[in-house]
């Protein structure tokens, strides 16, 4: 049995303790009603314990800083640990929102507004959105303002396509458009034949990404802009991953309207358990003067995370930001090149920061996933996007270096071996971790996050 295995209440013992603390000179008197009723719950372990069963959980953890997370639709890249210093310099980090004359962050918004519209070819940002869908609401709660600042009420259908980050259309839903799928062709890609019947004047618009999230580049855009945009509607872009397209081409010049950008995925900040996260969106020059009138946060949204965002691109620079869109393709097709003849690969094409395989024979997706982790690495995106049964979507990220993706190649060819050879080993998987294979929905449904006393 290993250490972890035991509660910090199992490895209690009555009167073992931890702490000292010193008596107090006089008596402390605390009126009744504040008074327990009866003794505090508590584990009685010594330091020994109490250090040993915290340092055992922080390593049960596994993140970006501990190995290789291949997790497609959700870049995971390396978060340098500089944007933390400058995160937590003082003058930054003890001002408060209602402070006036933080003149150090006025700069900062202004300067991370200047950059992300040369980045993305928008002409301005707001940055209250806290995280990517929070992003999209704002951003289409902007485009629903933009039709009816023009009298237009009409426009209550959205248009999404079948491979969408789910987000998108719960979002749309949320704002009160109605969605409306457009199908993938065979190809992966939108199918504008398919686009042109659901066009007219009651659309608000579309809601696309490019790559799209079979990694897949959207080589109609120009098409579909010239579309949507003939019969009145707007083009959003969900920039969560924008990795492949950094420095190569930019979202405004392929005409759409508003994005939002994940600075928690494409611009390094550190995310995963919930946040803190920054969703910030930008609008072509039409839709400046709306900006203010949509609200989504208190103050300044995540200023914490958006100086980290700011520390990065000026860490990189012009030059080097330029090259990131390159090598987050490059890494992903070496991987897909290198693993095609033992995966399938239903789209056989030049992918961009991301791609999916369906599967391989002799033991299904879910085997993989877990066989994964005993070999020390996050499990991939699986079962999303919804078009392949057995899919596997992985993004390596552009900051990984050539051993790392070889590394995982191997092993990504070793479980493939014993797929074939020894299925079992898989279907049981994983052997190393502390836990194995829960029942995934009660998990989910009645999820035990905390020991209960009687
Ligand atoms: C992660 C992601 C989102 C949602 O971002 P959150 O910050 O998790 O809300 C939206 N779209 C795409 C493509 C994403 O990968």
């Known amino acids: 049995m290993k250490y972890y295995d035991k509660l910090i209440f199992e490895l209690s013992k009555e009167g073992r303790s931890a702490c000292t603390l010193p008596l107090p000179d006089r008596k402390l008197e605390l009126p009744e009603t504040l008074r327990r009723s009866s003794k505090a719950v508590l584990p009685q372990v010594s330091e020994a314990d109490v250090v040993r069963h915290y340092t055992n959980l922080s390593q049960m953890n596994f993140g970006v800083d501990t190995g290789f997370y291949p997790l497609g639709s959700c870049t995971m890249k390396y978060n340098p640990k500089i944007n933390e210093e400058v995160a937590s310099l003082p003058g930054f980090r003890d001002v ?131 579309l949507v945009h003939s019969c009145g509607g707007l083009l959003y872009y969900d920039g969560a991953n924008m990795n492949a397209l950094m420095g190569v081409v930019r979202p405004g010049d392929m005409g759409f309207d508003i994005l939002h950008l994940n600075l928690h995925k494409t611009f390094s900040t550190p995310h995963g358990g919930g946040g803190p996260g920054s969703g910030p969106v930008g609008v072509c020059n039409k839709l400046v003067s709306l900006l203010p009138t949509v609200r989504t946060s208190a103050f300044h949204g995540n200023a914490g995370v958006i100086l980290k965002a700011y520390a990065y691109i000026l860490m ?29 690969l239903p789209i056989d094409t030049v992918c961009k920061h991301e791609f999916v395989f369906d599967g391989l024979e002799g ?5 993989v996933a877990k066989r994964l982790l005993d070999y020390g690495y996050h499990a991939p995106t699986i079962y999303f996007p919804l078009l392949f049964h057995q899919a596997i979507m992985i993004e390596p990220t ?57």
């Open 96 to 226: 408060h929102p209602l402070q006036p004359g933080a003149k150090g962050y006025e700069q900062l918004y202004e300067e991370m507004d200047k950059a992300l519209a040369s980045i993305t070819g928008m002409a301005h940002f707001t940055f209250l959105p806290c995280a990517g869908a929070h992003g999209e609401l704002t951003g289409l709660m902007l485009m629903r303002s933009y039709h009816e600042s023009r009298g237009d009420f009409k426009r209550k259908r959205i248009i999404v396509p079948d491979s969408a980050h789910g987000t998108n259309p719960a979002s749309a839903a949320l704002c009160g458009l109605e969605v409306v799928v457009v199908k993938s062709g065979e190809n992966g890609l939108v199918d504008v034949e398919s686009l042109k019947p659901l066009l007219g004047d009651d659309l608000a618009g579309i809601m696309l990404t490019n790559p799209n999230t079979l990694g897949l580049f959207e080589r109609d855009i120009k098409a579909i802009a010239e």
């Open 316 to 344: 990189l620079g012009k030059e080097n930001i330029a090259k990131l869109g390159k090598l987050a393709c490059l890494n992903a097709n070496y991987i897909k090149e290198e693993l095609k003849d033992c995966y399938k």
């Open 363 to 367: 033991a299904n997706t879910l085997d």
């Open 398 to 454: 552009e900051t990984e270096s050539k051993e790392t993706l070889d590394d995982f190649i191997a092993v990504m060819r070793k479980i493939a071996c014993e797929a074939k050879e020894n299925p079992e080993l898989l279907h049981s998987a994983p052997h190393n971790t502390p836990v194995s294979r829960p029942d995934e929905t009660l998990a989910a449904r009645q999820p035990v996050l905390k020991w209960q006393s009687q």
